[in-house]
Every structure is written in C-alpha cells, then in structure tokens.
C-alpha cells in the first residue's frame, strides 16, 4: 500500500469532523496512547454570550452526568476521562453507527430496547435516542451523545425516547420493544406513547435545539 504524505496522516490522528448543524466538534485523538474522542462546545456567535455559555456548559455537564450514571448502572457507554467546561474527553470505540450498520440482528435490537430501559430505571431520559447515536462495537450496541439528556423518570420523556427510536428502525421495532419490557413501567411508557402517537405532537429536544 501507498504510504500517505505526512500531513495527511497526522490529519488522520486528529480527525477533526465538522458535521452540519452539529453542537459540538469531534476530535479523534489519543491520550497517553489510548484512543480518544474530544468532544468539544464552541462558542456559537449568533447566541447571545451568556446564554451561549450557560447552554454550552450545561449540555456538557448533563453529558458527563449522564455517561458516569449510565457507566455505574451497567449501560455501555464511552468512558469519560476528563470533563472540562465546555469540552470532554472520551474513550473512542471501533464501530459503526446504527444508523450506517448494514445488517442490525434481532439480539441487537433487544439489547439496545434493554439498554434504554436500564437508562430509564437510572432516571436518565436521553433526548435524542436515535440509531445515529447508537454504535454497534464487537463488544455490543453502545450508547453516545447525551447532551440532550434529561434526569427524569417522567413516563412522557421516556415514551418520546421509544418514538424516536420507534420512526427510525420500522418493523425491527417489535424487537427493541422485547428488550425495552425489562424496565418495570413498561406498560405504562407505551401507553403513553400510544397517547403521544394520537396527539401526533411532542417536545422534541433535538428540534428544540436547533431553534436555539
Ligand atoms: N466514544 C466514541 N467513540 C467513537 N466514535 C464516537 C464516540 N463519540 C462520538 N463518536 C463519533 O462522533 C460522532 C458525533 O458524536 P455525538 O453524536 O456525541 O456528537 P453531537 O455533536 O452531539 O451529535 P450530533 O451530530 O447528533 O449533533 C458520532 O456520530 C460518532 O461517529
Ligand atoms: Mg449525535
């Protein structure tokens, strides 16, 4: 194989992806040689400053809350290894993102709809439960991204935590469902869902977000 020109593979070490409307930078680095992501709130100038600042710490906090509550109740998520103001640093994990996997297995489903439940029996609702925020590593599904997250054991975050994933995977849906009934509430998350599917409106954090 061809060797890559030197800038270009230090670009590879320090990946720096600047996704679309995403809140935070991603940085691919390593840390005494240990694969690490750098997730990373930079100031938005079209916010006003203090606002900007308050949003930006509490997203990053709320972030690192979260994956330390989820890491404790077993839930397999990045370990955290420094949490700054506006910034994390993370344990980087090899997979692929449920959203791009090619083929996801009825196991797989089961267990991400066990991991949510586990979350939700810790109190965390995470606000933008997606399969773009799922990654499938060969240890198993691992869950990222929870800025959004929310510590609450409301029946109404929960139900919109299973809507998101609900739209997003189809048919697969039934699966995840059979995981997600080891959380005791079970039957009255879903209700609830029924009830937020009838209304065909709900809180969106991840919408919210992007207004603000
Ligand atoms: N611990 C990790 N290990 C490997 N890759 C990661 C890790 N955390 C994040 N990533 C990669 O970085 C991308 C963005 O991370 P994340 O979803 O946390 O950022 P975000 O800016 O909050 O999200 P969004 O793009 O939804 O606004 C992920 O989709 C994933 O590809
Ligand atoms: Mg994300």
């Known amino acids: 194989m061809m060797m890559k020109p030197r800038a270009s593979r230090k670009r590879n070490e320090e990946q720096k992806f600047n996704r679309r409307g995403a809140e935070a930078k991603i940085y691919f680095s390593t840390l005494f040689g240990i694969p690490v992501v750098i997730k990373r709130r930079d100031p938005k100038r ?10 930006r710490s509490s997203r990053n906090r709320i972030e690192a809350r979260s994956l330390l509550a989820a890491a404790k109740s077993n839930v397999a998520v990045p370990r955290i290894f420094h949490a700054g103001k506006y910034e994390l640093i993370m344990e980087r994990k090899k997979g692929i993102l449920m959203k791009d996997a090619k083929e996801i297995t009825p196991s797989e489903y089961r267990q991400v709809g066990k991991m949510l439940a586990k979350l939700h029996a810790t109190g965390i609702t995470h ?29 109404e975050e929960r ?19 059979t995981g997600y009934k080891s959380l005791k509430e079970w039957k009255s ?22 207004e603000g």
């Open 46 to 55: 079209y916010r006003i400053e203090q606002l900007d600042n308050a949003l």
């Open 127 to 155: 606000g933008d439960f997606t399969p773009a925020n799922v990654m499938i590593t060969k240890e198993g599904p691992m869950i990222i991204d929870f800025g959004l997250a929310i510590f609450s054991k409301d029946n």
């Open 189 to 210: 998350v879903l209700k609830k869902l029924e009830e937020v599917e009838k209304r065909g409106r709900y809180h969106s954090r991840k919408a919210a977000k992007e």
């Open 159 to 177: 139900a919109i935590d299973l809507l998101l994933m609900k739209r997003s995977i189809g048919k697969n849906y039934a699966h995840f469902v």
